[in-house]
């Protein structure tokens, strides 16, 4: 048993970090593409990056739980479609990862959080 309790000095304390300065989920929105007669709900997944993905001839892809999706990047931001009937299978707090473009790989970007969609 120690004597007295252990304190970790302010000045060595952990600070959250801040979003802009990590990769994370940006936004969560729903949409419907309608083409001649058909309607077809998706959700879009947005993820911020604090630095401009490279621009190479490969593919971004996110993968959550046990499924990959193919998307596309612009500056800072890479951009992912599904079905919302693949979204609502998703698992809530599942972790996301992106790979790609290039020599990214495997960057967890935090978990799916369900509750920001259309928020």
């Known amino acids: 048993?120690?004597?007295?309790?252990?304190?970790?000095?302010?000045?060595?304390q952990g600070k959250p970090v801040l979003d802009s300065s990590r990769m994370h989920i940006k936004s969560i929105r729903s949409g419907l593409i309608i083409t001649e007669t058909k309607r077809r709900p998706v959700v879009w997944i947005t993820i911020s990056s604090p630095f401009a993905f490279?621009?190479?001839?490969?593919?971004?892809?996110?993968?959550?739980?046990?499924?990959?999706?193919?998307?596309?990047?612009?500056?800072?931001?890479?951009s992912f479609m599904m079905g919302a009937d693949e979204f609502a299978r998703l698992k809530d707090g599942a972790q996301v990862i992106l790979?790609?473009?290039?020599?990214?790989?495997?960057?967890?970007?935090?978990?799916l959080?369900?509750?920001l969609l259309d928020r």
Request: aromatic share 6%.
């Open 99 to 111: 790979n790609g473009p290039g020599p990214i790989r495997g960057w967890a970007v935090g978990r």
């Open 1 to 12: 048993m120690l004597p007295e309790k252990l304190v970790v000095p302010p000045n060595l």
């Open 54 to 78: 490279p621009i190479m001839n490969s593919v971004p892809t996110l993968e959550i739980w046990d499924k990959t999706f193919q998307g596309g990047t612009r500056g800072n931001e890479a």
């Open 113 to 115: 959080d369900k509750s």
